[in-house]
């Protein structure tokens, strides 16, 4: 692996930016030297005045599901499917992503469950054959009203790419869908759904979440907790929720659909994650709060490209804009720094001394960031 020296960049360090500024990595792809000023070392990459942002850690993303069934009832192979959601990955600035794998659905015979075994072997076998650019770990995501959830989260526990672990529960009523006319519209019309049929579909979700949610639920934290995995709440709502998960020890609270569950999670420690799309549209898609306002509200903490990967540095560029709050480090630690730390990965995340070697080089533009390179641990991606 070559040094490399990385120069008239306005280097974006975790709080503030240098410019220009100069950094070099060392042949082990770490971060040797940080500082201000150009360089006129041989062979110095100018960067023309872009910005040097840390590769991005992304903790939340299904945009693997995407390319595992690109059309409903069509399984593309496992292991094209790991390198095309990969090769989205790196283009977007992402050099770290816990793809997150839905352990469980509200629909029984669902696709994410046919595909969850294929999809976690191969995103190891690609890892293991050299094929991926960004560097993959697993979040699993656990729905707690899934019948089946202890057997097939016991046997994946011990997965050595497993680094995160969500707890979510989509029974309507409650959480992300606190109103069951918004559910009704939303499932009904993904899963084609007549109106008797809808309303035994509801039903049999509420049964499952009265019959296995809290002992599920019990399970997966005592499980993560005895092996130290991170966890995450999902969806909370109330302050209820938000006591709960700081009760389960839980590190980061995934899209809140309230203000005050947002407020109450980042009072008490918890990071604070919500999508790109999100903050890009200004708005939810399903109708919960505005990633923008918690921001306003100076309780964001993580950004996660959710199921659009360019969203996340798109995103960051916006908050530095748009929310006076954020200056342009603060919103790149959203998407670096932060959600490194809240997954307990201490070697990367931000561009200082001793650090991974994980470096964007972005050109902002009035319309979009545009990723002009990317490097992960010094090694050329994109």
């Known amino acids: 692996m070559m040094e490399n020296v990385f120069t008239n960049a306005r280097v974006v360090l975790a709080d503030r930016v240098l410019e220009p500024g100069t950094v070099v990595t060392d042949g082990d792809g770490r971060i040797r030297d940080v500082v201000p000023g150009k360089s006129c070392a041989a062979g110095a990459i100018d960067c023309d005045g872009d910005y040097l942002i840390p590769g991005m850690v992304e903790l939340h993303t299904d945009n693997l599901e995407k390319h595992a069934t690109p059309r409903p009832k069509t399984e593309w192979p496992a292991i094209a499917a790991v390198i095309a959601h990969d090769s989205q990955l790196a283009v977007s600035g992402i050099t770290t992503v816990f793809d997150a794998i839905a352990l469980g659905s509200v629909d029984k015979a669902g696709t994410r469950i046919q595909q969850l075994e294929r999809m976690v072997a191969g995103i190891a076998e690609a890892r293991d054959k050299g094929l991926l650019r960004a560097d993959h770990l697993l979040h699993l995501r656990c729905e707690i009203s899934y019948p089946s959830l202890k057997d097939i989260f016991d046997p ?57 949610g809290e002992a599920h639920r019990r399970h997966v934290v005592a499980t993560c907790r005895e092996r130290n995995i991170s966890l995450a709440s999902h969806d909370d709502a109330t302050a209820e929720h938000v006591d709960a998960a700081v009760a389960d020890g839980m590190s980061i609270a995934e899209f809140p659909t309230t203000i005050e569950a947002a407020r109450a999670s980042h009072a008490a420690g918890m990071k604070v994650m919500m999508g790109g799309p999100n903050l890009v549209r200004g708005k939810s898609h399903s109708g919960n709060v505005s990633a923008g306002d918690l921001a306003r509200a100076d309780v964001l903490d993580i950004v996660s490209s959710d199921y659009i990967p360019s969203s996340m540095l798109h995103a960051a560029f916006k908050l530095s804009e748009d929310v006076c709050s954020a200056d342009l480090p603060r919103a790149i630690r959203t998407v670096s720094k932060t959600p490194a730390e809240a997954a307990g990965l201490t070697d990367r995340g931000e561009i200082a001394v001793g650090k991974r070697a994980d470096l964007v080089r972005v050109r902002h533009t009035p319309y979009h960031p545009l990723v002009n390179g990317v490097w992960r641990e010094g090694h050329r991606i994109a």
């Open 156 to 212: 994946l526990v011990s997965h050595p790419l497993l680094r995160l672990v969500s707890v979510m529960d989509h029974t309507p009523g409650q959480r992300q869908f606190v109103s069951e006319a918004h559910y009704r519209t939303y499932y009904q019309g993904k899963f084609g759904l007549s109106d008797p049929e809808m309303d035994a579909f509801t039903e049999d979700r509420k049964r499952d979440h009265e019959r296995y």
